[in-house]
């Protein structure tokens, strides 16, 4: 990602593990109609994760925590509507390009979700993305750190195998 490179700090690479988790949260957030890190059976990221197997512990030198962070986003598919008698006639749709630069300058301008999006210990990330009916695009973003994160003899424990 550039907004990452041209600090200095590594691209992340795509994981599709972490991806299916944020898919599925995007899914979630359109079929139950909210737009939060908390879903509404109470999970948040890390939870959501662990429910489909995907368990993560991360590294900070003096101390580890277990989870993932995330970032969210909606917009829509179109920048304006045409009306007729208030009924929708026609749209400005928007490419793909222009919906991925709305998300990531809105992300870039939130100080919470810039915050995240160059913290350097993350090196993976997984982003899912689903329409609603209502032409709304949901966007999950979820990173992760897994390269070299336990520098101890512990590489070999479960968790440790599964992300660090």
């Avoid at 907004?3 to 991806?19: N, Q, V, Y």
Wanted: glycine letters at 10%.
């Amino acid at each position: 990602m550039l907004k990452r490179r041209s600090r200095g700090i590594p691209e992340l690479e795509f994981d599709d593990r972490i991806a299916k988790v944020a898919r599925r949260h995007s899914q979630d957030m359109v079929s139950k109609g909210f737009f939060e890190h908390i879903n509404p059976n109470g999970e948040d990221p890390g939870a959501r994760g662990r429910k489909m197997d995907y368990k993560c512990v991360k590294n900070y030198g003096t101390y580890y925590t277990e989870g993932l962070s995330e970032n969210l986003m909606r917009t829509y598919l179109y920048d304006s509507e045409l009306r007729h008698t208030g009924i929708a006639i026609g749209y400005d749709w928007r490419t793909p390009e222009e919906i991925a630069q709305i998300t990531i300058d809105g992300w870039m301008n939130s100080p919470g979700h810039r915050r995240t999006l160059l913290t350097a210990t993350y090196d993976r990330e997984g982003i899912g993305v689903v329409i609603s009916s209502d032409r709304e695009v949901f966007v999950t973003q979820i990173f992760v750190r897994l390269a070299g994160a336990i520098p101890c003899g512990m590489r070999t424990a479960a968790f440790c195998r599964q992300c660090y």
